[in-house]
């Protein structure tokens, strides 16, 4: 194919820490606005939406980087994943721009506060809910004939792809609560405490419920978590999720601040290596592998370049916006 290997690989590897990188950074601000409802109006709204205001743009750094990514290194699967998964992709970026207009005018508008909080959980929920549609819809296979889509308008939609968009919306509910008691304090940080316990009984129900329908999707999901000699790995992905769910359960009940939020990034981090030993080494399971899907390796040599000189600086300025704010935030700012 003309196509080095090890360099596709490289950017299979690379589009993977982007993608985790927005799942993990935009997570917590689309779980702040799916939870935002059960905030008070007032002083708790305010300061849940003071903890997220010097970084929530920022996040979505992320999410540009890893579209543009799939764009230049897998062009193919780009085409196939764009034309399969209009609806919700659309539906995503429209809940992310209704998000972002709301977090800026519900301070510039006050008289209409209560419309684009609305606005704001609306978004927060579409968003997070798409998102999960998208990665059930890519898990349970994509038609793909003559090197295109070949399937219908609405097959994206099942109750398996249903599950995973509310398993989505779970899991980014329990990172914005996590967050919101790391940087806030009084009755909001309370508040946040009860609703980490609750999202996170919904989140361990949804991992396993996801888990288990995975399974039943195809035959080949079977074989690489319960054949053998794979199932002497594989079975390490759910004794790690037990053991961070027990030590997340024990740093709730001891009410620890910034150890609920990393243990639940873990917890996201083992979900989503069992979501690559599912997928791999495939970009659109069961249709493209990730040599089928690649660009030219004069591209993969040019863009790589771009890659590291570009990635390293978002790094760099991400971990300095968030240094910067790194202290408890109050109603007015961070202190």
Known sequence: MGVNI????????????????????DGFDLGIGILFPAFGVGPERDQAMNAIAPVWDGNETWLVLGGGGLLAAFPLAYGVVMTGLYPPIIAMLLGLVFRGVAFEARWRDPAHRAGWDFAFTAGSFVAAFSQGVI???LLQGVTVADRAYAGGWLD????FSMLTGISVVCGYGLLGATWLIWKTEGPTQNHAYRLAARFFQATLVAIVLVSFATLGLDADYRQKWLGEPAIYLTSQVPLLSAIIAFAFHRSLRR????????LALALFLVSFIGLGISMWPYVVPEALTIWEAAAPERSQIFMLVGALVLVP???????????????????????
């Open 156 to 159: 994206w939609a099942s109750p």
């Open 255 to 262: 009410r620890r601040e910034a150890r609920p939020f990393f």
């Open 313 to 335: 600086i978002i790094l760099v300025y991400t971990a300095w916006s968030y240094w910067v704010f790194r202290g408890k935030v109050g109603m007015e700012g961070y202190h």
């Open 6 to 25: 090890d360099l596709t690989i490289v950017w299979a590897f690379i589009l993977a820490f982007a993608v985790f990188a927005y799942v993990v950074m």
């Open 135 to 137: 990665l059930g819809a």
